[in-house]
């Protein structure tokens, strides 16, 4: 029976050939991760992502906590990077209230790491979302993939 937590990720590749299953590939990638790493073992890990052309005040992706969850930094891709500013992700609630932290991107870039000033503690239940509150000025950037660790 597969692990209830994770479900079949399919991907179809580049050339239209062949579909790939990933489920147990990526719980391989975070079982290692998590032996390997005290700093990570038994965390919480979220990946949002927003599809399209940034747009300001656009709320997406979804992360229910099912126990007492601790992050510290953010890790953000940009597949179309901004130009003219950068691009910030405000982490809110599910009612949109803010939780604190942020996360940028620089204008030009693709990707960055954020570590919070301090850490982002939520309760079993607390759901966490991100806010696009900046975009660039002269072109927004898009598709955005944010993980939360």
């Known amino acids: ?6 479900r ?3 991907v179809y590749d580049t050339e239209g050939t ?3 299953v990933l489920q147990r590939w990526l719980k391989d990638i975070v079982d ?9 073992k038994g ?17 997406f992706g979804f992360f229910k906590c099912g126990t007492t969850t601790k ?5 953000l891709f940009c597949q179309t990077p901004s130009t003219g500013s950068a691009i910030i992700i405000t982490f809110v609630n599910d ?3 803010s939780l604190g932290v942020t996360a940028t991107v620089a204008a030009g870039q693709d990707r960055a790491e954020t570590i919070f000033g301090s850490t982002l503690t939520l309760a079993p239940g607390d759901v966490v979302r991100c806010k696009i509150t900046q975009i660039g000025s002269t072109t927004p950037g898009g598709y955005i993939t944010v993980n939360l660790m």
């Open 71 to 75: 992050w510290t930094r953010a890790q």
């Open 32 to 40: 290692t991760i998590n032996a390997g790493n005290p700093e990570t």
């Open 18 to 20: 062949r579909w790939a």
């Open 95 to 97: 009612a949109g209230t």
């Open 8 to 10: 079949d990720l399919t």
């Open 43 to 59: 965390r919480d890990f979220a990946t949002m992502v927003f599809t399209g052309s940034a747009i300001l005040d656009n709320t």
């Open 1 to 6: 029976m597969p692990d209830p937590l994770l």
